[in-house]
Structures are given as structure tokens and as C-alpha cells.
């Protein structure tokens, strides 16, 4: 069983256009998170939800919103995609806040915006 | 800024060497240190996490604290070409920030 599933695994769209990205862990985590990881593999936070809960958000452009029906699933959308929004997204979530133990990572979802 | 630097590398060793990847981070009320693990194309993977000065060991890896020098490395022993991989590093800092400061990875390369 996958523990920390992100669908879809790639994503080409056109500049402009409104995506979604699913991200659901069977973990039992309480916290998940959104990270972007661009060309240079610098992996930077974007989003932290404990038990449904937004505990970080970081600069991110007001275009992304995440979105957390429960404490297992994670989602994220994206308005109005950019050239500069193509890189790699990561969902994660560790079991505690902050993840004093680590994270688990998806598989990650490459978004490509032509 | 908190900051934590890793030489990009690649870092090329023979197989059966011991690899040593090192991180240094800025923020000296940093508390603890993780060590990630990422092939090409795949997501980060947790190899080790250390909070207290010394070695802490796990099969062939070793991950050694310094907090006064503010370093933290991490050993591989015996490396096999499986070993391959980009190696992040983060750290998490002081003061109920719950963000961690992620290196930018040091590629390894273990040529057979």
C-alpha cells in the first residue's frame, strides 16, 4: 500500500488554465504538506495543514489554494497557471507537527506549463 | 536568513569506499538534522535524523553532529553504485518555526 499517494504523476496544461493536484496519506499522520522542488532541486515548503488545520503558508502566490476535507487528504489548487509555476510538487506529512521524526514524500507531480 | 549549504558536488567514489557528505547551517539554535535521499526522478526518502551532538549509526550510515562547529554530515560505508543519488539535508530551526531549512543535496556517485 502506498502510503502517501499524489495523483495525478504528471501534468502539462497551457498558461492560463486552473489545476488540481489529489495528494492522500494512510499514515494516520496528523500534518501534511505542500513542497515545491524547481530545476535546481530546492525543495521549498508552500503549505502546512495539522488535522485540517492551515499552520503555514508561506509566500506562495494567492493562486494556490490548498484544501484539506480531512486530515488525510490534502489537495491543491492552482488558478490561472504560469510559466514559472512549472516545477515538481510534493505532497508529505509526518506524524507529528513539525516533523520532529521526518516526512514521508509522494511520489511527487511534475507540472509542466506550456 | 537561515541558511544550510551542501556542496553540490557530484561527489564520485569507488565502490566499497566510504562516502562523506557534509551540511552546514547557519541558525545556532538549530535543533534537529535530517538526512533525505533522492534518486533522479523519485521523491526524498528519510535515511536519518540526528538531535544530539556525537554519532549516531544505522547499518551503513552514520550521521555526525557537531552543534559548536555547526555541521552535520553524514558517512556511508562500504558504497554500492545503489547509492547513487542526490542527499538533502534539513534542518530544523529554533523558535516554534515548524519549517524546515532543506539544503539543495549533494549528488553522490559510486562508479563500480
Known amino acids: 500500500d502506498t502510503a502517501v499517494s499524489q495523483t495525478p504523476k504528471y501534468l502539462v496544461t497551457q498558461m492560463g488554465n486552473d489545476k488540481s493536484i489529489k495528494c492522500e496519506q494512510n499514515?494516520?499522520?496528523?500534518?501534511m504538506y505542500w513542497y515545491k522542488q524547481d530545476s535546481k532541486k530546492f525543495l521549498k515548503i508552500m503549505f502546512s495543514?495539522?488535522?485540517?488545520?492551515?499552520?503555514i503558508n508561506e509566500t506562495v502566490p494567492n493562486r494556490f489554494s490548498p484544501k484539506s476535507p480531512d486530515k488525510a487528504h490534502l489537495n491543491l489548487h492552482i488558478n490561472s497557471l504560469e510559466l514559472g509555476d512549472s516545477a515538481v510538487y510534493f505532497c508529505?506529512?509526518?506524524?507529528?507537527?513539525?516533523?520532529?521524526?521526518?516526512?514521508?514524500f509522494g511520489s511527487g507531480t511534475r507540472l509542466t506549463v506550456v | 536568513q537561515k541558511e544550510v549549504e551542501q556542496n553540490s558536488g557530484p561527489l564520485s567514489v569507488p565502490e566499497g569506499a566510504i562516502a562523506s557528505l557534509n551540511c552546514t547551517y547557519s541558525?545556532?539554535?538549530?535543533?534537529?538534522f535530517f538526512w533525505y535521499r533522492q534518486y533522479s526522478g523519485k521523491s526524498p526518502e528519510l535515511i536519518m535524523f540526528?538531535?544530539?551532538?556525537g554519532d549516531k549509526e544505522d547499518g551503513r550510515f552514520t550521521a555526525q553532529l557537531n552543534k559548536a562547529s555547526q555541521y552535520v554530515s553524514l558517512l556511508i560505508r562500504d558504497s554500492q553504485p545503489s547509492d547513487s543519488a542526490t542527499y538533502l539535508c534539513?534542518?530544523?530551526?529554533?523558535?516554534?518555526?515548524?519549517?524546515?531549512?532543506f539544503g539543495r543535496g549533494t549528488s553522490l556517485i559510486v562508479h563500480p
Open positions: 508529505a506529512s509526518s506524524q507529528f507537527r513539525g516533523g520532529d521524526y521526518g516526512y514521508t
Open positions: 499514515l494516520g499522520h496528523d500534518t
Open positions: 495543514y495539522n488535522n485540517k488545520e492551515l499552520i
Open positions: 541558525d545556532r539554535g538549530s535543533q534537529s
Open positions: 540526528i538531535y544530539s551532538n
Open positions: 534539513a534542518v530544523f530551526t529554533s523558535g516554534g518555526s515548524y519549517i524546515p531549512t
